[in-house]
C-alpha cells in the first residue's frame, strides 16, 4: 500500500504557483486577488476558509476574507456577490458552502460572474466543462484529477465507482473521469443512496471514490484487492483524545482498508489540500483567461 499524499502534491503545486506570482511580478504584472465570502461560523468552514486565505499569503496572492453573521439576509450577500463582480482588483472570489438554510445556494451560485468563479459551480462553467471548452473546473474534482495525474495512478479502461452524486464533487468527477483524458477514459459508476447491491458494485472497482461525508463508510469487504481508494471525506468527530475535543474523519475505514488497496489517501492530507491547490490554480488562470 502506498500512500497518495495530497499534502506533498499541494506544496509542490504551490511552490510552481509561487514561481509563477515572482515571475508576475517581474514582469510588472498584477498579482492574483481572491476573495472569499464567509457566512456563520460553522468549524469546518471556516478551517476551510483559512487555509485558503493562508494558501494565498504563502503563494503571494492578495487575498480578502469577507465574513457575515449567519443570519444575513440573501439580498445583501446577493448584492456583496454584486459588487465583487464588479470590483477590478478581485480577480475571482468563492462563496463558501453549505450557506444557511434561508438563503438559496443556487442563486447565490448563479449570480457570481462565471469568469471570476474560481470554485467552478456556476451553470456556465460545468457546461464549459462537459463540452470540453476552457473555463474553471471545480476546485475538488480537479484536485482529484491532479493527484492521480502527478503520481502516474494509471486510470484509461479502469472501472471506477464513485460514491455521492453530489454537484460540487461526485456529479462533476463523473464526467472529468469519463473524458478521453489522462487521467480519464475511465468506465464510471455513481452511485448514490438509492443504489441496490453497493457492495456488490465496489467489489469490482479499480477505483473507489467516496465523496458522502459518512465517517468510514467504506469497509474491508467492499474493497477489492489492489483497488485505489480516493476519500474526499471531512467529517469533524468528536475526539477527547485530541486537544481540539474532535478529529476529521474520512469516508473510508483507513485502518482496515488501507492494507488492501494500491494507493489511498489519508484524510486529513490527501484531497483536502488538493481541493486549495486547485482553487489557487484557477484563481492564477481567471488572470490568464482575462489576459492580464
Ligand atoms: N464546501 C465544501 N467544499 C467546498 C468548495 O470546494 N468550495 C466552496 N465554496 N464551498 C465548499
Known sequence: MQLLDGKATSEQIKKELMLAVQNRK????????LAAILVGNDGGSLTYVNAKVKACELIGFESTLIRYDETVPEEILLAKVQSLNEDKSVDG????LPLPKHIDELKITQAIDPRKDVDGFHPVNLGNMMLNIPGFLPATPAGIMELLKRNNIETEGKKCVIIGRSNIVGMPLSVMLSKNTNPGNCTVTLAHSKTKNLKA??????????????????????????????????????????????????DVDFEKVAPKCSF???????????TIASLMINTLRAMELKGK
Not at 461525508?213 to 471525506?233: L, R
Open 201 to 250: 458494485i465496489c467489489q469490482t472497482a479499480d477505483i473507489i471514490i467516496a465523496a458522502i461525508g459518512q465517517p468510514g463508510f467504506v469497509k474491508e469487504e467492499m474493497v477489492k484487492e489492489g483497488a485505489v481508494i480516493i476519500d474526499v471525506g471531512t467529517t469533524r468527530v468528536l475526539d477527547a483524545n485530541n486537544p481540539k475535543g474532535w478529529k476529521l474523519c474520512g
Open 264 to 274: 489511498i489517501t489519508p484524510v486529513p492530507g490527501g484531497v483536502g489540500p488538493m
Open 93 to 96: 472570489f468563492i462563496v463558501q
Open 26 to 33: 517581474k514582469e510588472g504584472k498584477k498579482i492574483p486577488h
